[in-house]
T-cell receptor, first 117, second 116 residues
Framework: GENVEQHPSTLSVQEGDSAVIKCTYS??????FPWYKQELGKRPQLIID?????GEKKDQRIAVTLNKTAKHFSLHITETQPEDSAVYFC????????????????FGQGTILTVHP | DTGVSQNPRHKITKRGQNVTFRCDPI?????LYWYRQTLGQGPEFLTY????????KSRLLSDRFSAERPKGSFSTLEIQRTEQGDSAMYLC??????????????FGPGTRLTVL
């Protein structure tokens, strides 16, 4: 089955700096890669996702890059703010040709991001 | 609130007891997922339904675990003869196979189970 590895496990940055979190996956059939943010005591929330037909996607201060050949993808947060502090999870899944998920997501172990004011 | 809801939010039980959790998905979503999350880990897939059909079960789902979605709306997850290793956050998520975001899973707040 799919295995997703996520690094680093903790990341501490100063406000305004950039943060990068990296994930690798094992199943070459995976073609959908969402990122979730989970604040303490709250539900995971989708912040951005990417499908394997594109190499990069950006949404304001957040971007995700995908290298299918190397089977790794990364989350980039620029101009970090204290409210970005949370646990971030990458995940991998599969979509069919119509774009519908085959079902389960396999998650990484999470990265605790702390942004210091 | 039109998001995914779960009840109860917290459950404390003694080892050997049975527990049941409920998940109400976003109303128009036909898919419903159960995940388990332990401290310091990402969510682990347990099972999912499309309408009332259970389409996939993880090997993590031992025979003490059973999930149902009888009418294709809410779902229940039952754990029989609970063990201390069952202590975790149980997350429910839902998604739709139609519309503009057929790939996005929306999570509920979770039910935290503590087995004493």
């Amino acid at each position: 089955g799919e295995n997703v590895e996520q690094h680093p496990s903790t990341l501490s940055v100063q406000e305004g700096d950039s943060a990068v979190i990296k994930c690798t996956y094992s199943d070459s059939a995976s073609n959908y890669f969402p990122w979730y943010k989970q604040e303490l005591g709250k539900r995971p929330q989708l912040i951005i996702d990417i499908r394997s037909n594109v190499g990069e996607k950006k949404d304001q201060r957040i971007a995700v890059t995908l290298n299918k050949t190397a089977k790794h993808f990364s989350l980039h947060i620029t101009e970090t703010q204290p409210e970005d502090s949370a646990v971030y999870f990458c995940a991998a899944g599969r979509l069919n040709a119509g774009g519908t998920s085959y079902g389960k997501l396999t998650f990484g172990q999470g990265t605790i991001l702390t942004v210091h004011p | 609130d039109t998001g995914v809801s779960q009840n109860p939010r917290h459950k404390i039980t003694k080892r050997g007891q049975n527990v049941t959790f409920r998940c109400d998905p976003i109303s128009e979503h036909n898919r419903l997922y159960w995940y388990r999350q332990t401290l310091g880990q990402g969510p682990e897939f347990l099972t999912y339904f499309q309408n009332e059909a259970q389409l996939e079960k993880s090997r993590l789902l031992s025979d003490r675990f059973s999930a149902e979605r009888p009418k294709g709306s809410f779902s229940t997850l039952e754990i029989q003869r609970t063990e201390q290793g069952d202590s975790a956050m149980y997350l429910c998520a839902s998604s739709s196979t139609s519309g503009s975001r057929t790939d996005t899973q929306y999570f509920g707040p979770g039910t935290r189970l503590t087995v004493l």
